[in-house]
C-alpha cells in the first residue's frame, strides 16, 4: 500500500472515530448501521472502528444489550473533538434548508426543527465553478453582468479581475477589480448572466484595501434597554465586560450595518428592535462605504 493509500485510510479511521463521538456527545447513542450508513463501509469495519474508539476512551461507552446499541456513559468525557453547538445548528440549518439530508451531516435522531425559509437565489454552478478558476488561476474574466445600476438598465458585457468570495448573511458575491469603473467592488453571484472569455488580469488583491484592511468594530447594548435587558443582551453576544470586538473587513462593513439593523438604531421607537449599538460609531462611520451595485 503506497503512503498516499496509507494517508487516506488514516483520514478516512479518523472521520469515523470522530463521527462516533460526534453522535455519543449529541445524542447518547448509536450503533454499527449508524456508521456503515454515513460512510459506506462494511459492518466489520463499524465494528473494528468502535473497537479502536474504545481503546483510545475506554469509559465512553457502553453497550446495551436491551437496545442492541451502544451508550454513552455518565462519565463521557471528548477525546477526539471540542463540543461546538454551532457546527451542530448550521447542520441543523442545512437540512432545513434542505442543502444537506440529515444522511449526508452526523447528526442522528433529529428534533423537531425548521428554518425561516428565505428566497433563493439561483447561482449556477458551473459559472460558480469557472470563477474559481479564474480565481485560482489569477486570470481576468468577461462578464455578462446584469447591475441595478439605473444607468445600465440592462445586462452588459464587463471585464472583471476577481480574487474573493463574500456572504452579507444572505447572498453571495465576489470580490473583483471592476475593469469598466477602475476600482475594486462586489459583483452579485446571480447577476452574473453569462460567463465569456479569460482575459488578462489588472489590479490583484494585493490592492484591495477594503478588502485587506480590518476594522475593529466595537458593539454594546443599546443603552436606551433597561439595565436587565442590557445585560441579557451582554450574554446573548457573550460580551466580554459588557462589549464585543468584532474584527471586519471593511469591504463587509455595510452588510453587516443592515444585517444588524445598525443603521436605524437611533431611528426606532422600541430599542429591542436594534439592541446593539456601535460604540466607536465615529470611526465606523468614517469607514462605511455605500451600498454595491
Known amino acids: 500500500m503506497t503512503k498516499d493509500h496509507e494517508s487516506k485510510r488514516r483520514w478516512g479511521v479518523e472521520q469515523r472515530l470522530e463521527f462516533i463521538e460526534f453522535r ?6 448509536l450503533n454499527r448501521a449508524d456508521i ?13 472502528d468502535l473497537g479502536l474508539y474504545k481503546e483510545l476512551a475506554p469509559d465512553n461507552l457502553d453497550y446495551d444489550a436491551s437496545q442492541k446499541r451502544f ?12 463540543p461546538n453547538a454551532d457546527r451542530y445548528l448550521a447542520q441543523l440549518k442545512a437540512i432545513g434548508d434542505n442543502v444537506m439530508s440529515v444522511d449526508e451531516t452526523s447528526i442522528g435522531d433529529i428534533p423537531m426543527a425548521d428554518a425561516m425559509p428565505v428566497p433563493h437565489r439561483r447561482v449556477d454552478p458551473i459559472l460558480l465553478k469557472r470563477i474559481i478558476a479564474t480565481i485560482r488561476e489569477g ?13 445600465r438598465p440592462l445586462p452588459i458585457w464587463r471585464d472583471f479581475t476577481p480574487h474573493a468570495f463574500g456572504f452579507d448573511g444572505l447572498r453571495w458575491h465576489v470580490r473583483a477589480y471592476c475593469h469598466l469603473e477602475d476600482r475594486f467592488k462586489d459583483f452579485i453571484l446571480s447577476r452574473i448572466v453569462e460567463i465569456g472569455d479569460n482575459i488578462e488580469p489588472l489590479k490583484g488583491s494585493d490592492l484591495d484595501s477594503e478588502w485587506n484592511e480590518i476594522f475593529d468594530l466595537i458593539l ?41 439593523r445598525l443603521d436605524v438604531a437611533d431611528l426606532v421607537d422600541d430599542p429591542k428592535e436594534a439592541p446593539v449599538v456601535v460604540l466607536n460609531r465615529e470611526e465606523f462611520l468614517k469607514y462605511l462605504r455605500s451600498e454595491p451595485s
Not at 455519543?24 to 447513542?29: A, E, I, S, Y
Open 24 to 29: 455519543l456527545f449529541w445524542d447518547g447513542t
Open 71 to 82: 451508550v454513552a456513559t455518565n462519565v463521557f468525557a471528548p477525546r477526539l473533538m471540542t
Open 220 to 260: 454594546v447594548p443599546n443603552p436606551k434597554l433597561a439595565e436587565p435587558q442590557q445585560a441579557t443582551i451582554a450574554r446573548d453576544y457573550a460580551m466580554d465586560v459588557g462589549k464585543l470586538h468584532m474584527p471586519i473587513r471593511r469591504a463587509l462593513l455595510y452588510y453587516f450595518n443592515k444585517r444588524l
Open 36 to 48: 456503515t450508513k454515513r460512510f459506506g463501509v462494511s459492518a466489520v469495519q463499524a465494528s473494528t
Open 139 to 151: 486570470c481576468g474574466l468577461r462578464i455578462l453582468y446584469h447591475s441595478m445600476n439605473v444607468k
